[in-house]
């Protein structure tokens, strides 16, 4: 229970730290982008690689601030993250065909997926 509290407070944390940078970002005009969404998930990715590797590099790091940050911050921050980090660790136990399939249907099934609901609200 007490690495669930963990996770909810760096959710927490990460939802906000979401909604703030999407906030600043929203002046920016050039070529149309979403560039609060492009900032969240490389910026997210850029950390949670980060955080990943301290976690290898240094084995004493507490379990519960480890998952407050990955688990909690970074998976409320961005959940591209956390897709990005399953693919690698995929890629990296050698299992290169399944990463490229994981990807594959994420990004297709999730695009389908995301369609076939729109569609049944909005026809």
């Not at 990460?14 to 909604?19: E, M």
């Not at 949670?48 to 970074?74: A, D, N, Q, S, W």
């Given at each position: 229970?007490?690495?669930?509290?963990?996770?909810?407070?760096?959710?927490?944390?990460?939802?906000?730290?979401?909604?703030?940078?999407?906030?600043?970002?929203?002046?920016?005009?050039?070529?149309?982008?979403?560039?609060?969404?492009?900032?969240?998930?490389?910026?997210?990715?850029?950390?949670?690689?980060?955080?990943?590797?301290?976690?290898?590099r240094y084995t004493t790091f507490?379990?519960?601030?480890?998952?407050?940050?990955?688990?909690?911050?970074?998976?409320?921050?961005?959940?591209?993250?956390?897709?990005?980090s399953d693919f690698f660790r995929?890629?990296?136990?050698?299992?290169?065909?399944?990463?490229?399939?994981?990807?594959?249907?994420?990004?297709?099934?999730?695009?389908?997926?995301?369609?076939?609901?729109?569609?049944?609200?909005?026809?």
């Amino acid at each position: 229970m007490k690495n669930v509290l963990f996770i909810m407070l760096g959710g927490a944390v990460g939802s906000a730290l979401r909604y703030l940078t999407s906030l600043a970002c929203q002046s920016i005009r050039w070529l149309n982008m979403p560039w609060g969404t492009l900032a969240v998930n490389v910026i997210g990715c850029f950390l949670l690689g980060l955080l990943i590797g301290l976690g290898e590099r240094y084995t004493t790091f507490p379990k519960e601030i480890y998952l407050m940050l990955t688990v909690g911050l970074c998976g409320s921050f961005t959940t591209f993250s956390t897709f990005a980090s399953d693919f690698f660790r995929m890629n990296n136990a050698g299992q290169i065909g399944l990463a490229v399939v994981y990807l594959t249907v994420s990004i297709v099934v999730g695009f389908l997926l995301f369609g076939l609901g729109r569609y049944i609200v909005v026809r």
